[in-house]
């Protein structure tokens, strides 16, 4: 099959790459950053060269994002022209290149404040069905980008299929106050503990969307670790 990965020179989209290619795959790597996973030097938010590097490929695995940690170095308008215009961009050329499959890699950070219950509630299952209710501009675009993959999914019968995953690399915290109170390395073991998934995972649950989206049609799914408590 031939693949276009979005941000391929990160830790997902190289390792996606990696895999995909010892599978006999043909990848193509777009990001703006080089590296020997990436084939295309460029921008999801150009539409010019989503479009080059769009063209006679079989599936697009959507990876590339501004992350939670760029919160505190990128303004509001960067998350949106990544997260939200690349989205678009990728969807309706993938859509004008008669793509056959379309996998987006979202986040459970897009449940954001949903995540913890209301003072006094009880803990609740976080599942597929529980709505978003984003804290700030990560999650929001993330949310916004699901909804063009289903937009886009439903108008043009592109079938797409969303992956919620969960931390699976450490990384730091968007918060100014909790970056300053305690040292980098606690506070990213904690936001690794705190929702995780191995990264092996992640990639297996790509291939798998990959393999099952035209059976699918449209799915969302949550890819984390299972849970030490039971229902």
Not at 143 to 157: K, V
């Amino acid at each position: 099959m031939r693949i276009l990965v979005t941000g391929s020179s990160g830790h997902l989209g190289e390792a996606l790459t990696r895999v995909m290619r010892a599978q006999r795959h043909d990848v193509t790597g777009l990001d703006v950053l080089d590296s020997p996973s990436t084939g295309v030097v460029g921008s999801i938010a150009d539409r010019d060269s989503v479009r080059r590097a769009i063209a006679g490929v079989d599936a697009v695995v959507h990876c590339a994002t501004l992350h939670k940690p760029h919160v505190g170095s990128h303004d509001r308008a960067a998350f949106i022209d990544t997260n939200i215009t690349g989205t678009l961009n990728l969807l309706e050329e993938a859509v004008a290149a008669g793509v056959g499959r379309f996998i987006y890699t979202s986040t459970t950070s897009a449940f954001g404040r949903a995540l913890a219950p209301p003072d006094g509630a009880p803990a609740a299952w976080i599942t597929e069905d529980v709505g978003p209710v984003p804290r700030n501009i990560y999650g929001t675009t993330k949310s916004a980008a699901e909804a063009l993959c289903e937009l886009i999914s439903r108008e043009h019968a592109l079938p797409c299929v969303i992956l919620r995953t969960s931390r699976f690399f450490p990384e730091p915290d968007d918060r100014d106050d909790v970056r300053a109170a305690y040292p980098d390395l606690n506070v990213k073991v904690n936001e690794l503990l705190y929702r995780r998934v191995d990264l092996e995972d992640v990639v297996g649950a790509h291939l798998l969307a990959l393999e099952r989206a035209p059976a699918i049609g449209f799915g969302r799914y949550i890819v984390s670790a299972t849970s030490p408590f039971t229902p």
